[in-house]
């Protein structure tokens, strides 16, 4: 079974459902790590309409990776 990784558009922003198909949590995660800071901050379009630019969740997942990456190498190398 292969997974499809989610089309992330160069620029422009991105809805809730969208964010969340590339950044797999639950919303109430997702809207907690918004308000202490830990994920992007949203953007409101109208009194119903919340985005995120795609230039920061892009920075956000790249960041993220690089943050796991270090920490696993971090960990091996205690151990050895």
């Known amino acids: 079974m292969s ?3 989610p089309q992330i558009p160069t620029f422009g ?4 459902p969208q964010v969340l198909a590339i950044v ?5 995660a997702w809207w907690e ?3 202490t800071g830990r994920y992007p ?5 109208g009194s119903r ?5 795609v230039e920061d969740i892009t ?10 990456d270090e920490a696993k190498n971090s960990k091996g190398a205690k151990h050895e």
């Open 49 to 53: 309409t919340t985005v995120w630019r």
């Open 13 to 16: 922003f991105l809805r809730l």
């Open 41 to 45: 901050k949203p953007i409101k379009l």
């Open 24 to 28: 797999p949590i639950s919303k109430s």
């Open 59 to 68: 920075d956000f997942v790249q960041n993220f990776g690089k943050q796991a």
């Open 3 to 5: 997974h499809m990784q």
């Open 33 to 35: 790590g918004c308000r």
